[in-house]
């Protein structure tokens, strides 16, 4: 090779030049979860570059942006539901505010009396009410960043060594608004209903001592002229309204623009309405689930300390509503959430799974997969031990050997489809070579005994086609034991010997209907208009007219490989079949004709992604649980300070000490053990819609695995619970004597 002269300019024998962002914008531009709006910033960039260059000398390949749109639902999914988490995080938050700040007015009516009595107002009330509840969310709001700060910094650690990218170690000032706001915002949602409690009490019920503040039943009476607004009307009013602008308006221009995002935000807010809905309606069921608990789990106690624990169930049933909502809600999101992000690792995998086709799949790279070159594919795999079978599919000719066009008609031509003719080894779609349980049968013809691509090898067979569903429901073909012809080939084919273009027809049979097929696409739904034909590879020449006259003129698409059963080590066994291929080629072949994928190799990316999510919805969950705690704590401290007096009165009539730390420990037990069921039978139910939706419209064999090591966790901790949120308050009440219990106020 003649060497470059020294002043020789290397720029000027570039062949490829790669153009970045600047690094702030190009992680930006990256990390949002939209793609319309990641691909509309970086196209238009991209645009300026290309022009300033001469938009017609040169060819552009944008390698991030294509693999951003490959995973493009996935980011957007993923996006929802840190969305989402934030959103139900933030109403726990609320509730467990409000739980607090209702407690403390409870507890501090008789002081709240003397305040009112001593002359305070009542803006001065609510502004103690305030007080109170950012007194609680200031400091949490400081710690909140710190930790969080915390958090980032080794996160950001561990992502610096392995991208091997910088990142910012401050935290963003989009996020630290946001939980700014939220701070700010949160306590005085809480307040409302604390706020109104304090001032609707009058002051001689606040200053009243000698009478408990447990009311097991109330009446309200009202005058029908003073009651001129609803907040329950004007609540359920506005949400049906926004329930049906979201329908009659928002949704159909989610589909008219095909805004992904907004289209996903509404069917996941569409759930999560249901959801909540679900757990208010499982509330009527509360009684009924108690009681069944405690005749279940107490049976060994003695009956007059059921009918005390579900006695205090039904007198502390208004306080307690709080604490039920929360733990409903918190499992009800969570099984919710869980199952929808296994199904999503399900689908990518599944889908992945499908693409597949089998534990390998040989593709042709730049250069065609040529006879010769299968030839020695073939020979490596017969010679190596792990290799149980193998399969090939020819690709379809268009572009490639002179076929202009491909359709599929109906015999009156009334109906056509684009579609792409492949032909399929004899073996392909049976067990030894794909994962059948891809392959989703609507009709097939039995009686024949072998696999859907042997059946077209058959001496009966040599006119027939695998089609799908929508192409078979559609030309309105026969029924298959019919045996007559429903479909019409169209192929247009340029002649070699005038360059003219010729159109050629040849009647087909169906003889295999799919909704789903491994590697391929063939579906029901109309959203896959091109869809593969399967066909054997005679009718396959046939269909050409010539233009393909041997078997060594066709080019095929890829082939799939499946390991023997009992194969030891799998990831071995597939690097062990990848050498030995790229070996067995010519030396001009190995690093530009073919491509091997591997499952393994392609769900990497995936499983990284599922063990870091899994740790955050790990954390999520504690979060959730110990707001929850949090919440049982208040309302059982609360239920205690309120029955002061009939704790003294039973203690006065023998009911000893070990006896009265059960009652309440056993009542917060069947508290949170009654919250959990419906909290697990709600979201048992929202996630299996959801299932049965994915699997609908994916076509793909999801499967809906209920959570069973949350659930005995969930029990188990109801049980720690209810010690924990009991013990101490009922421990430091019993320390007295009867006497001094009975004189307390509360």
Request: one cysteine or more; proline letters at 4%.
């Amino acid at each position: 090779m003649k060497p470059l002269p020294p002043q020789a300019d290397l720029a000027k024998y570039a062949t490829e030049v790669t153009v970045n962002l600047p690094p702030p914008k190009r992680r930006n531009l990256y990390s949002q979860s939209n793609y319309d709006t990641m691909q509309e910033e970086a196209v238009a960039w991209m645009s300026q570059v290309v022009y300033n260059a001469g938009f017609n000398q040169v060819a552009t390949d944008p390698p991030i942006l294509s693999y951003m749109r490959s995973v493009r639902f996935f980011t957007l999914f993923l996006g929802l539901l840190v969305s989402l988490v934030v959103v139900v995080l933030m109403c726990l938050a609320v509730l467990l505010i409000y739980s607090l700040l209702m407690i403390n007015v409870e507890t501090r009516t008789f002081e709240l009396g003397i305040l009112r009595m001593v002359g305070m107002q009542r803006p001065d009330l609510v502004q103690l009410v305030l007080v109170q509840a950012y007194v609680y969310a200031l400091p949490a709001w400081v710690l909140g960043l710190l930790v969080s700060w915390v958090v980032w910094l080794q996160i950001n650690s561990a992502l610096e060594s392995e991208l091997m990218v910088s990142l910012p170690t401050g935290l963003d000032g989009l996020g630290v608004g946001l939980a700014t706001l939220l701070g700010l915002a949160v306590p005085i949602l809480a307040s409302i209903v604390p706020i109104k409690s304090a001032l609707g009490l009058s002051l001689q019920d606040a200053l009243d001592t000698q009478h408990s503040k447990t009311k097991a039943v109330t009446f309200n009476i009202e005058r029908s002229e003073g009651s001129s607004f609803s907040g329950t009307v004007v609540g359920v009013g506005a949400a049906m309204a926004l329930m049906g602008l979201t329908i009659y308006l928002f949704f159909p221009l989610a589909l008219l623009t095909f805004n992904i995002a907004l289209l996903f935000y509404i069917f996941f807010g569409v759930l999560l309405g249901l959801l909540f809905g679900l757990v208010l309606l499982s509330l009527n069921f509360e009684l009924i689930i108690s009681q069944m608990l405690t005749k279940i789990f107490f049976f060994w106690e003695n009956n007059a300390l059921q009918t005390l624990i579900l006695k205090n169930l039904i007198a502390h049933k208004t306080r307690n509503r709080k604490t039920t909502l929360m733990y409903a809600m918190s499992l009800g999101f969570l099984i919710w959430i869980t199952v929808s992000w296994e199904l999503q690792i399900q689908s990518v995998s599944f889908r992945k799974t499908q693409q597949l086709g089998g534990d390998l799949r040989i593709q042709k790279k730049v250069s065609r997969l040529t006879p010769a070159l299968v030839a020695k594919v073939e020979r490596t795999l017969e010679g190596l031990d792990e290799v149980g079978d193998w399969g090939f599919v020819v690709d379809d000719p268009e572009f490639e050997q002179g076929v202009i066009s491909q359709r599929l008609r109906s015999l009156g031509r009334f109906q056509e489809f684009k579609a792409k003719y492949k032909a399929v080894s004899p073996n392909f779609l049976a067990d030894s070579v794909v994962d059948t349980k891809f392959m989703k049968v609507e009709q097939a013809n039995e009686s024949h005994g072998v696999a859907p691509s042997a059946q077209l090898y058959t001496p009966w067979n040599t006119d027939r086609a695998i089609i799908g569903s929508l192409y078979f429901t559609e030309t309105q073909h026969p029924a298959l034991v019919s045996g007559k012809p429903g479909l019409l080939a169209e192929m247009e084919v340029r002649r070699g010997s005038d360059n003219k273009d010729v159109t050629v027809y040849t009647p087909l049979k169906a003889s295999t209907v799919l909704n789903a097929v491994p590697v391929g696409r063939m579906s029901k739904f109309p959203a896959r208009k091109r869809q593969d034909v399967y066909v054997s590879v005679p009718l396959y020449m046939a269909l050409t007219n010539g233009q393909i006259s041997s078997m060594q003129a066709l080019v095929y698409q890829y082939i799939v490989v499946k390991l023997k059963d009992g194969v030891g080590d799998k990831s071995a066994a597939v690097e062990k079949v990848k050498d030995a291929v790229i070996a067995g080629m010519a030396p001009e072949y190995q690093t530009q004709a073919v491509k091997i994928k591997d499952l393994d190799t392609e769900l990497k990316a995936i499983r990284t992604a599922e063990a870091i999510l899994n740790t955050f919805f790990m954390v999520v969950s504690l979060l959730a649980m110990s707001m929850c705690f949090f919440s049982l704590i208040a309302s059982m401290y609360s239920n205690i300070h309120a029955q002061t007096k009939e704790i003294g009165i039973l203690r006065s009539l023998g009911l000893t000490v070990p006896v009265t730390k059960r009652l309440y420990i056993w009542e917060a037990f069947v508290l949170v053990t009654t919250a959990s069921i419906l909290g697990f039978l709600v979201g048992t139910l929202v996630a299996y819609t959801m299932v049965i939706q994915r699997q609908l419209f994916l076509q793909l064999p999801l499967e809906f695995n209920f959570p069973f090591v949350m659930f005995a966790w969930v029990v188990l901790l109801a049980f720690v619970f209810a010690i924990a949120s009991s013990y101490g308050p009922t421990s430091r009440l019993l320390q007295h004597s009867i006497v001094s219990i009975l004189r307390m106020t509360n």
